[in-house]
Nanobody
Framework: QVQLVESGGDSVQAGGSLRLSCAVSGYTFSSKCMAWFRQAPGKEREGVTVIYTGDGYTYSVPSVKGRFTISADNAKNTVFLQMNNLEPEDTAMYYC??????????????????????WGQGTQVTVSS
């Protein structure tokens, strides 16, 4: 059974930093697409950033590019989201997601369509001004 467990969410002031973790179990950690999504109250879920573990390619949406960094530790089956210079607009429940992929293109398509089979339960990030 595949399980994704997020951790690291917290309440911080604007300009602060947080590091989220997503531990994956029950799934081989090679050639995967791993992503972070977020959903703020009253808003639709939004794909934020993705990593293709086949070659380490990453992509982030413009609103977080330069502030958020996704990375993966294949040995530990864990994906991280380093969030710097946080803004109140970043307040949301953050979810990690995982699925198979054999190319960057497929990985990016999965992010755009929220097309992932496996999801975590989420971790709350609150940024105050």
């Amino acid at each position: 059974q595949v399980q994704l467990v997020e951790s690291g969410g917290d309440s911080v002031q604007a300009g602060g930093s947080l590091r989220l973790s997503c531990a994956v179990s029950g799934y081989t950690f090679s050639s995967k697409c791993m992503a972070w999504f977020r959903q703020a109250p009253g808003k639709e879920r939004e794909g934020v950033t993705v990593i293709y573990t086949g070659d380490g390619y990453t992509y982030s949406v413009p609103s977080v590019k330069g502030r958020f960094t996704i990375s993966a530790d294949n040995a530990k089956n864990t994906v991280f989201l380093q969030m710097n210079n946080l803004e109140p607009e970043d307040t949301a429940m953050y979810y990690c997601a995982a699925d198979w992929a054999n190319s960057v293109g497929l990985c990016l398509a999965r992010l755009a369509r929220s097309d992932f089979r496996y999801w975590g339960q989420g971790t709350q990030v609150t940024v105050s001004s």
